[in-house]
Every structure is written in C-alpha cells, then in structure tokens.
C-alpha cells in the first residue's frame, strides 16, 4: 500500500509501542506532534509514555540514557539534527560508552529520533546535514532511510536494538509516497540495497540524495550511461560489501551526499574503496558533497549548497570520459 514517508514513521512508533510496553516516547511537544509522526500517540498510550520535556536537549537526552540503562526502552525525540549538538555530551560520553564500560552487563537500548538535512528553507540552526559528526562516535548505529517501507522497516529495528541508535529522517521527505508492506516486517540495520541495477559507475548515497542520484541516473540512462544507484540505508555499521561489490562490476565509484568535504561521510566511502576495491577500478574513486557554508535561508541558495541533479551528471560524465 502507497504512504506517506512520515505516515510510515508513525506506523513504525504506534506498532512498537503496542509491541513492548516498556518503550516510551519522550521530547519537546511530542504530545502535540510539531513532527506528525508523533501525532495520536498520546491518546492511545497515554502521559506516562508519551512525554512533553522542557526545552533542554541535554537533560532530555541524559535521562533517555538513564531510563535506557535501568529496563525500558526510549525514543527521544530532539527534532532537529543540529540539536544533538546540544545533546553531544550524553549521546558521544555517556550513551555510546556505558555498555563498554559495565562489561556488557547492561543494555542502553534508547533510539534518537531527528529530522536533518536541507529542506524548507530553515536556515542553518535546522537545516545543516551532521551525520558524519555521529559516525565517528563509537558503539552508536546511525540510520537514515531514503523511502516510506525502509524507514519504517529500519525504525523498527532501531527501537528493538539493544545499542543507541541515531534515526535520522530527512527533512525534505516526509511528504513522499511509496509502498510500504501491511504486514509486520522490519529491515536489519547495517544492510544497504541496490535501488537501481547499472554497469557504468556505482553512486553510492543516503536519505534524500539517493532520490536524487535516482533522478540523475535516469537522465543519464537516455544518453547510454547506466548508473547503478547503492542506498546504504544504515551509515554506521554501513554495507561496505555491498558497495565493494557494485565496484567490482562498475569500475566507477561516486559518493554523493550533502555533507560537507572536510570528514565528510563520503569520505569515508571513497577511502574504503580506494583501499579494498583498487584494482577494481578504472578511474580515481571520487565524491560529490555540500558546499562548506552554513545552510542559508535562501531556496536558490540552499540548492547550490547541496548536490543536484545538474552536479551529479556532470560529475559522472567527467568520470565515465577518464
């Protein structure tokens, strides 16, 4: 059945709560839902698991560790994605290390739920992609879906799993619509997928820019060049065999994503391959990323900042030519 990306988030929450009565859901005017996806959670589950939290991300991140470490099993919802900075401390000092530091002898099973990426024009306190910060915490998984069925499908499994988790929703898809399955399924974390078969380059991405690489390789595919387009789904722990993989039968590998060039995520895709794919490939592996400025408010200026549709042909045309 064909939903909305945020409906399927939704779904992800009521069906998980249902599931395990010790999952809570707490954050800034969730009860409201600012976000939809929170929408209706609080008149089904009632004030005790669905809990507004002052404007204090830091508190409100360290007492999901709390509640994670002691039997039950949050979601905290801290909105924007820059916001975790706020959160730095609780998620990359206490979260991530506590399990290691116990010995295993307890669990911190608490999943981070925020929105991040470019979108509508927000500028750069909520709009800024910060995945790659979270990607070198250790000991935290970091999901970003690209469509309604992995996002409910990989929410699931974040809820369910006994590490902390950062789920990051892109902003600008929450009004897309896809088929999403009626039936009780979820989407192991660490596992990408091939969203379009190619021979040519493999374009490798995450959240909104797979739609974008998406887009860019059809257009590319009416002037003889096929594009294969690998969603990795889960950027820590990421399918790095998947991509390997794509390689070894493309020859050409492109990471596109709006981050930013310095420690960006693409960097560590292009180095991985350049380490363990090189005689595989017929050219430099390469990366397309954002512009290193502060998101602007400006929607013209917004889209220059990150790669397009223009860019990533561009780009691939550059390389098939090499």
Request: aromatic share 8%; glycine share 8%.
């Amino acid at each position: 059945m064909r939903k909305y990306y945020i409906r399927a988030v939704q779904e992800a929450l009521f069906e998980e709560m249902a599931r395990d009565d010790t999952t809570f859901l707490m954050g800034e005017d969730v009860r409201i839902g600012c976000f939809a996806a929170t929408r209706g959670l609080c008149q089904e589950f009632g004030e005790e698991r669905v809990i507004d939290t002052p404007i204090s991300e830091l508190a409100v991140a360290g007492a999901g560790v709390g509640a994670a470490a002691t039997g039950s099993r949050p979601i905290v919802d801290l909105m924007f994605g820059q916001f975790l900075m706020l959160a730095y401390d609780q998620v990359s000092n206490q979260a991530n290390a506590m399990r290691y530091m116990f010995g295993g002898q307890t669990k911190v099973p608490i999943t981070y739920l925020v929105q991040n990426g470019t979108g509508p024009c927000v500028g750069p306190h909520h709009s800024n992609s910060v995945h790659p910060m979270f990607m070198n915490i250790p000991l935290v998984k970091v999901v970003m879906p690209s469509c309604p069925k992995d996002a409910k499908g990989l929410l699931k499994s974040s809820i369910r799993d006994d590490n902390p988790v950062i789920f990051f929703n892109h902003t600008s898809i929450g009004g897309m619509k896809g088929e999403v399955p009626e039936s009780e399924f979820t989407i192991p974390l660490g596992k990408g997928e091939i969203k379009k078969e190619g021979s040519d380059i493999t374009l490798c991405a995450v959240g909104l820019m797979v739609n974008t690489c998406l887009k860019a390789a059809a257009k590319l595919e009416k002037e003889g060049i096929h594009a294969e387009v690998v969603d990795l789904r889960t950027l820590k722990p990421w399918d790095k065999e998947l991509v390997l993989e794509s390689v070894r039968k493309t020859g050409r590998f492109l990471a596109v994503d709006e981050s930013y060039h310095t420690c960006g995520a693409g960097a560590e895709w292009v180095a991985t391959v350049a380490e363990e794919g090189f005689h595989d490939l017929k050219c430099p592996a390469s990366r397309l990323d954002g512009v290193e400025i502060p998101i602007p408010f400006s929607p013209a200026l917004q889209k220059y900042a990150v790669p397009s549709v223009e860019t990533i042909q561009a780009k691939v045309k550059e390389m098939i030519q090499k």
